[in-house]
Nanobody
Framework: QVQLVESGGGLVQPGGSLRLSCVTSGIAFSKFPISWHRQAHGKQRELVASITKGGSTNYATSVQGRFTISRDNVKNTAYLQMNSLRHEDTAVYYC?????????WGQGTQVTVSS
């Protein structure tokens, strides 16, 4: 059974940092890409960052230079380091992997940026 579990969200002031984790189980983690997405209240879910099995990364323009995606294939875990957080980064953050034609999502973790 494929499972993805996010953690690390919370309340942070503008300019602050958070590191999200996505622990996976039930998959050969090193063989699949991982991506982080977010969904703000009343908005569509959007791609934030992705990392291939080989470690190549891609970022949304809005987070380029502030967020860093990484993966630890020994711990079967992906990370999203978020620095210089802004009010507009407030959202529920989800990790996702795709196996064949099937997307697997975690339950999400809330990030709130507020003073």
């Amino acid at each position: 059974q494929v499972q993805l579990v996010e953690s690390g969200g919370g309340l942070v002031q503008p300019g602050g940092s958070l590191r999200l984790s996505c622990v996976t189980s039930g998959i050969a983690f090193s063989k699949f890409p991982i991506s982080w997405h977010r969904q703000a209240h009343g908005k569509q879910r959007e791609l934030v960052a992705s990392i291939t099995k080989g470690g190549s990364t891609n970022y949304a323009t809005s987070v380029q230079g502030r967020f860093t995606i990484s993966r630890d294939n020994v711990k079967n875990t992906a990370y999203l380091q978020m620095n210089s957080l802004r009010h507009e980064d407030t959202a529920v953050y989800y990790c996702k992997t795709t196996i064949g034609l099937t997307d697997f999502w975690g339950q999400g973790t809330q990030v709130t940026v507020s003073s």
